[in-house]
């Protein structure tokens, strides 16, 4: 195998040892409360030989929050909660970030602290249903945010990756992807507004760019990076104009200087050529369903610089170890995905 793969790499102030990287993945393991715990901990440490962790979701605030038993990041618990994690996986030898995730619409009340209505750009209901602790219920209609909203929730980012980087992350990455709340108004169906924060392709990513910028202003350009999944429908979402605005994102995003930028392959390929070449920085990419050789291929011709691997990682905490030594691969368990304890989540078998 070419060793470019296992070349290291910098991703702004965050050094990595080798190109692959942990995606982030929801496993409903929390507290009530939203506090990682030790069982967490030794779930993130044991794959602490991937090149960068990016953890599930994270709430940023008492309204980000969408699915049961899912981690915060505004409150001095969760920060206790989260050093456990920290610590633990620098011990390993490992790098982590702290993925920033505001569900937006995709939220049931009784999956919230405060059991409000759920935000979202515009009053637009999803379709489905969202299990919560009394069962499966249809998604609500949510609630359009007025611009002081916006602005709140813009600096409630900002506050949690100041609270990311005092729990010991290397850094913080943004969700911008799978129809969550920033996606939401990058959207044509979600987001119908007629201020500054609607209509044009220009007003439609100026609340993606104002977090970023924010983020970066609080904790530094070189510890903050931006999930964005073109094209993605998941969670009810519909792009008119996937190519023109994600064009149009990266350029506004790309004199911030940030860390790096994570796209979700959509399989346009075209347009993720498109994004790198208009992204300077590190390129983080996630090509989901196809075998490691094929994402490790994306390195060698230099479409990416990192290539991130989800639920191979969830079920091969030593992934790093059988793919240098061409193991097989243990089979992730779906009934176990999310929520439970430790079945499914820190005792899958490695090679030693």
């Not at 060793?3 to 409903?28: K, Q, V, Y």
């Not at 490790?296 to 240098?324: F, H, M, S």
Request: charged letters at 20%; proline letters at 5%; one cysteine or more.
């Amino acid at each position: 195998m070419s060793s470019t793969i296992w070349n290291p790499i910098d991703l702004g102030e965050i050094r990595l040892d080798h190109r692959l990287a942990m995606a982030p993945m929801t496993r409903g393991r929390a507290t009530a409360k939203g506090a990682p715990t030790a069982m967490n901990a030794t779930y993130y440490a044991q794959r602490a030989t991937m090149a960068l962790i990016i953890t599930e979701g994270t709430q940023p605030s008492e309204d980000g929050q969408g699915y049961l038993l899912t981690p915060g990041i505004y409150t001095e618990e969760h920060i206790a909660g989260w050093r456990l994690v920290t610590d633990a996986v620098h011990r390993a030898g490992g790098c982590i970030v702290i993925q920033l995730m505001h569900a937006g619409r995709i939220a049931h009340p009784l999956n919230r602290p405060h059991g409000r209505q759920p935000v979202a750009p515009s009053a637009v209901r999803p379709s489905g249903v969202m299990v919560t602790q009394n069962g499966a219920r249809e998604m609500p209609t949510p609630r359009a945010l007025t611009k002081a909203e916006v602005a709140q929730t813009v600096d409630d980012h900002r506050r949690a990756a100041a609270a990311a980087i005092e729990a010991g992350a290397d850094g913080v990455e943004i969700h911008a992807a799978n129809g969550y709340l920033l996606h939401q108004f990058l959207s044509s169906n979600v987001n119908l507004r007629s201020d500054d924060y609607g209509g044009t392709i220009a007003n439609r990513i100026r609340f993606a760019v104002e977090v970023a910028t924010a983020v970066a202003d609080e904790i530094g350009a070189g510890r903050t990076g931006i999930v964005i999944s073109p094209g993605n429908t998941f969670n009810d979402i519909v792009e008119d104009d996937t190519d023109e605005l994600y064009v149009a994102l990266v350029k506004q995003l790309a004199p911030l200087g940030l860390a790096y930028l994570h796209v979700g392959h959509g399989d346009d390929e075209r347009l993720i050529e498109q994004l790198r070449h208009e992204w300077s920085g590190p390129l983080v990419l996630n090509r989901s369903g196809v075998d490691i050789e094929l994402r490790i291929k994306d390195i060698e011709n230099g479409l990416a610089d990192v290539v991130t691997v989800g639920t191979q990682v969830l079920a091969n905490a030593d992934l790093v170890e059988r793919v240098k030594m061409g193991a097989a691969f243990n089979k992730p368990d779906r009934t176990t995905f999310y929520g439970g304890g430790e079945r499914g989540y820190i005792d899958y078998p490695t090679l030693n």
